[in-house]
Structures are given as C-alpha cells and as structure tokens.
C-alpha cells in the first residue's frame, strides 16, 4: 500500500460547525504532515508530526487542531472556522522527517469550503 | 533566503511536441530537489527527485529532470507530451529535511 489516503474529499461547514479531516497511511512512514493550498498557490505548511508526536506548527490558528493517534493516522479537527480558511487540505506522509532520500507522499486533498 | 523560483506561469504546447518547464533555486549548498505534479482538484504526485549522484534523472510518465548546478537549476523535460499531462507543476527544494520551499507552480495547457 503506497498511498496516503483522505476522507472525506469534500466538506462543506458552517463557522459554529466542528468537523474533522481524516488521513491514513499504512507505510510505515513515521513523519505525517499537513497543508492548506488556496487556488492557483503551492502547499503551505500547517503542522509536522514526527513518531506521533506535534513536531512543527507553522502559526496556525487555534481553530485548526492536530491530532495523530497512532503512527497510520492525523486528523485535523476544526472548529469555528471563517470563510476565509476555505482551501484544499493535504496530508502527506514520508519515512521520517530526517532522511534526506525522502520523498513526501501526498493524499489526495479535501475540499473545504466555509459558509 | 532559499527560494524556488518557476519563472513561468502558464506554458502551451501543443500534444506531441516536446516539453521544457523551468525551475530555479536560491541555496547555499546542493539541496534535495523534487518535482510534483497536480491535476485539477487532486493531491500533489511526485514526478521524480534529486539529491546526489547523476545530475539527470528519470521520473514517472516519461519525465526526466536535468540538475545543473552551475546555473542553480532543475528543468523538467519531456520529449512529447499527451493530453492527460495537462495540469500544475511544482518544483520543491528540502534544505532543512521538513520544510519543503515550493515554487509558485506552472500550469501545463495542451493544444491539441
């Protein structure tokens, strides 16, 4: 199994909503990471997980909140969000956040949009 | 500062000719070079990276990318190109092992 896998592919919430972002892999990649990407931009990074544990949070509003419970899974989960944080989220995963031979796995993103 | 610069927006070609998309970095020593590849509405694929030995290297799809470090580049090629290769490239450098630098992207439009 050589993906990183994201559910749920589109999400549509409303700013008192909560909701959570999903993301699996069975590589037995030990670094987990999460992105934003507004249109037409390149990823942003949000947050680093390395061997489950919140290695690097990149400034992100405390609305945004990481969560890796085992080394296969990160969620994000959200609460009051604006319109504004309407984006595509990504997931990706590598073998470790130190091995310079790396190559990050993306998922295939959710959609989010705010109402 | 270490920066990725992809110096175009928007490239045409028409399908079956060849293909050329720029990438340029800024990093005091040889970093570790990648390019993505994304189609509309999906997650980013890697195409192929870089980060020792052989300065050209052989990616998916029929890609190939050519480090050149006298001129601080990392130009993804392929000799010709089909519809389906329509959609948005990145060029990444990871200087520090967990941030990647990210290009500002170059959208691939096929004539057909």
């Known amino acids: 199994d050589t993906e990183v896998t994201q559910t749920p592919k589109h999400l549509v919430m409303g700013m008192t909503n909560k909701k959570s972002l999903k993301c699996e892999q069975h590589?037995?990649?030990?670094?987990m990471y999460w992105y934003k990407q507004k249109a037409k931009k390149p990823p942003e990074l949000m947050f680093v997980?390395?061997?489950?544990?919140?290695?690097i949070n990149e400034s992100v509003p405390s609305r945004f909140s990481p969560e890796c419970p085992n080394s296969s899974l990160l969620n994000l989960h959200l609460h009051a969000l604006q319109p504004e944080d309407s984006a595509l989220y990504l997931c990706?995963?590598?073998?470790?956040?130190?091995?310079?031979?790396?190559?990050?796995?993306f998922g295939s993103g959710t959609r989010l949009t705010v109402v | 500062a270490q920066s990725v610069t992809q110096p175009d927006i928007h490239i045409t070609v028409s399908e079956g000719a060849s293909l050329e998309l720029r990438c340029n970095y800024s990093?005091?020593?040889?970093?570790?070079l990648f390019w993505y590849v994304q189609s509309p509405g999906q997650g980013l694929q890697l195409l192929l990276k870089?980060?020792?030995?052989d300065t050209l290297v052989q990616g998916i799809k029929g890609f190939e990318a050519e480090f050149k470090r006298s001129q601080s580049s990392f130009n993804l090629r392929k000799p010709s190109v089909h519809w389906s290769d329509a959609a948005e490239y990145f060029c990444?450098?990871?200087?520090?092992?967990?941030?990647?630098?990210w290009g500002a992207g170059t959208k691939l439009i096929i004539k057909p």
């Open positions: 997980y390395s061997y489950e544990k919140l290695s």
């Open positions: 590589m037995g990649h030990r670094a």
């Open positions: 990444a450098v990871d200087p520090s092992n967990y941030q990647l630098i």
């Open positions: 870089y980060f020792s030995g």
């Open positions: 990093y005091g020593a040889t970093p570790y």
């Open positions: 990706a995963s590598s073998r470790t956040t130190l091995d310079p031979a790396k190559g990050y796995t």
